[in-house]
Nanobody, 126 residues
Framework: EEELVESGGGSVLAGGSLRVSCVVLEYTYSSYCTGWFRQAPGKEREGVAHIWSYNNRTEYADSVKARFTISHDSAKRTQTLLMNNLKPEDSGMYYC???????????????????WGHGIQVTVSS
């Protein structure tokens, strides 16, 4: 059974940096799309970034462009989201996601991902 194991996250002051990582275990597909969603209390789940394992093509939500960087290590089957210049509005539960094949470019949608992690908390204080 496919499983996503998240790590990292935590608390930081505004302007600081955090990293969240996700190990894509037992994922036997030749290529897959993996990324992150986040959800703050009382708000809808938002797609943050995704990356295609085949060629490391990436895409980001406008709200995090130039601040967040997603990367993928094929040998370790691990992807990492490095979050710089964090803002209080970046706070929330971050969920790792994955699905077989290429990413759907131009949009990061919940319905395009069938495997989800349990979530990891990121808190940014002003």
């Amino acid at each position: 059974e496919e499983e996503l194991v998240e790590s990292g996250g935590g608390s930081v002051l505004a302007g600081g940096s955090l990293r969240v990582s996700c190990v894509v275990l037992e994922y036997t597909y030749s290529s897959y799309c993996t990324g992150w969603f986040r959800q703050a209390p009382g708000k809808e789940r938002e797609g943050v970034a995704h990356i295609w394992s085949y060629n490391n093509r990436t895409e980001y939500a406008d709200s995090v462009k130039a601040r967040f960087t997603i990367s993928h290590d094929s040998a370790k089957r691990t992807q990492t989201l490095l979050m710089n210049n964090l803002k209080p509005e970046d706070s929330g539960m971050y969920y790792c996601v994955a699905d077989s094949g290429s990413c759907r470019w131009g949009v990061i949608r919940t319905q395009d991902f069938h495997t989800w992690g349990h979530g990891i908390q990121v808190t940014v204080s002003s």
